[in-house]
């Protein structure tokens, strides 16, 4: 006998507001900080 999956309704609802100057900054040192450490990962390896 076989289990009956049930569906989930999830609702999802986001409340849109534009980022400040300190967090679109902290964002983007985030990115820059991660493409260095894997691009630096990826010259180990090789």
Request: charged share 40%; glycine share 0%.
């Amino acid at each position: 006998m076989a289990t009956v999956k049930q569906k989930v309704e999830i609702d999802l609802y986001v409340d849109p507001k534009p980022l400040t100057k300190e967090e679109i900054k902290s964002i983007s040192d985030f990115i820059k900080s991660d493409k260095k450490k894997l691009s630096s990962q990826k010259r180990q390896r090789s």
